[in-house]
């Protein structure tokens, strides 16, 4: 889960951009980011956006390795992608 991916994060091992596609207000994805005290940079997208990604469903994560290739998809409320990257 993202909360278990933010210590990597912390640890210089892993970068994490949250991206914001379904909100009404600047505030109102403050609000979350407080609430899950979630301190990660945030993009702001669109629809267009989550159709060129395929995002049908919230959350969706994606794990992109250095060279800007996908490594890794997750949809729904998971530990998949935290576990993969304690695997490595």
């Known amino acids: 889960n993202l909360e ?6 912390e640890e210089g091992e892993l970068l994490i ?5 379904s909100y009404q207000s600047l505030e109102e994805v403050d609000v ?3 609430r899950h005290q979630l301190r990660h940079p945030v993009l702001f997208g669109d629809q267009e956006m ?3 990604y395929h995002i049908g469903a919230f959350p ?5 390795d250095p060279t800007g290739k996908v490594a890794a998809r997750s949809v729904g409320y998971s ?4 576990l993969r990257w304690q695997t490595r």
């Open 60 to 64: 969706t994560y994606y794990v992109v």
């Open 17 to 21: 951009w949250l991206v914001a596609l």
């Open 50 to 52: 989550a159709a060129n």
């Open 79 to 82: 530990t998949e992608l935290g």
């Open 32 to 34: 979350f980011l407080q």
């Open 4 to 9: 278990g991916l933010q210590s990597k994060q």
